[in-house]
Nanobody, 125 residues
Framework: QVHLVESGGGLVQAGGSLRVSCAAS????????AAWFRQAPGKEREFVAA????????TYADSVKGRFTISRDNAKNTVHLQMNSLKPEDTANYYC??????????????????WGQGTQVTVSS
């Protein structure tokens, strides 16, 4: 089984940048597609970005396209989300997810088999 641990969350001012990271253990990491989701208080968990097993394909939610970049380093078993031009509405707990196949995933939570515990990102105005 795959274990995922997020890190890098914190407090940042609007317009600033932050990078959250996900460290994976177990399995052969390049065989797993990965994604980031986020959940704000009182809201449903929502899709942010996804990346295929070798990193060639990515997709983003419209709300973050052009501001966020997902990447992965399979040699280090890590997935990253670089967040630029942050807005207060980006405030949420950010979760890393992985699925058992290496194809590009999409926005449905049930596509993903493994989840981290989240890291909090707070954007102040």
């Amino acid at each position: 089984q795959v274990h995922l641990v997020e890190s890098g969350g914190g407090l940042v001012q609007a317009g600033g940048s932050l990078r959250v990271s996900c460290a994976a253990s177990g399995g052969i990491f390049r065989n797993y597609g990965a994604a980031w989701f986020r959940q704000a208080p009182g809201k449903e968990r929502e899709f942010v970005a996804a990346i295929s097993g070798l990193g060639a394909l990515t997709t983003y939610a419209d709300s973050v396209k052009g501001r966020f970049t997902i990447s992965r380093d399979n040699a280090k078993n890590t997935v990253h989300l670089q967040m630029n031009s942050l807005k207060p509405e980006d405030t949420a707990n950010y979760y890393c997810a992985a699925k058992r196949d290496y194809g590009l995933g999409y926005f449905k939570r049930d596509e993903y088999d493994f989840w981290g515990q989240g890291t909090q990102v707070t954007v102040s105005s």
